[in-house]
C-alpha cells in the first residue's frame, strides 16, 4: 500500500483504488489514467508542486483537472505570495515522497499548502494519484480537502 491509502485507512476517509497498467513510454500521466480508466479528464486531477516566490524548499500543491494548464497568477493568488513556478522534479520528490508520475495529494511525506481547483466540487467524486503511477483512488472532493487540509481555489488558466 503506498502512503495515500495508508492515511485514508488510518482517517477512516472512504475511496475507492482503480489500477491500470501505466505505460513506461507515456509521461501525460493524468491524461493516461483518464484513458486507461475510461474517466473524463475534467474529473481525473493531476497534482502538481509549485515553488514559493521561486524557492524551491518551499513548496505548495496544485490539484486541478489533467485537461487544463495551471494558472502561476492564480496559484501565487490563492497562496497570497508574489509569484510561484513549477517545483523542480527533484524538489518534488524529496517534498512528497513520491516519484513525479505518481504524486499523490495525500500522505507526503512533508505537509504542504494544499489547493484544489474549485471545479472538484461539482463531482461527487473525483479521482487523483493513489501514490504511484498506474494506481489512482477516487473519493469526494471534500474528503480530498479534509484528507490534506486543502482549500478551494480558481487555479485553471483560461
Not at 70 to 82: D, E, N, Q, R
Not at 97 to 108: H, K, M
Amino acid at each position: 500500500m503506498t502512503p495515500a491509502i495508508n492515511y485514508l485507512k488510518q482517517a477512516k476517509i472512504p475511496y475507492n483504488a482503480h489500477s491500470y497498467q501505466h505505460d513506461p513510454n507515456i509521461t501525460d500521466f493524468g491524461q493516461e489514467a483518464a484513458e486507461k480508466l475510461g474517466l473524463d479528464p475534467e474529473q481525473t486531477y493531476k497534482t502538481l508542486l509549485v515553488a514559493i516566490n521561486g524557492d524551491q524548499k518551499k513548496l505548495a500543491v496544485m490539484i486541478l483537472p489533467v485537461s487544463h494548464l495551471l494558472s502561476l497568477k492564480k496559484a501565487a493568488k490563492a497562496l497570497k505570495v508574489k509569484k510561484v513556478e513549477m517545483a523542480q522534479i527533484d524538489a518534488a520528490q524529496k517534498s512528497s515522497g513520491y516519484l513525479v508520475g505518481g504524486i499523490s495529494p495525500i500522505g507526503q511525506k512533508k505537509a504542504l499548502p494544499t489547493f484544489i481547483d474549485q471545479s472538484a466540487v461539482q463531482w461527487d467524486l473525483m479521482y487523483v494519484s493513489g501514490g504511484k503511477r498506474g494506481l489512482d483512488i477516487s473519493l469526494k472532493p471534500q474528503d480530498l480537502a479534509r484528507a490534506t487540509k486543502g482549500e478551494f481555489a480558481d487555479l485553471r488558466d483560461e
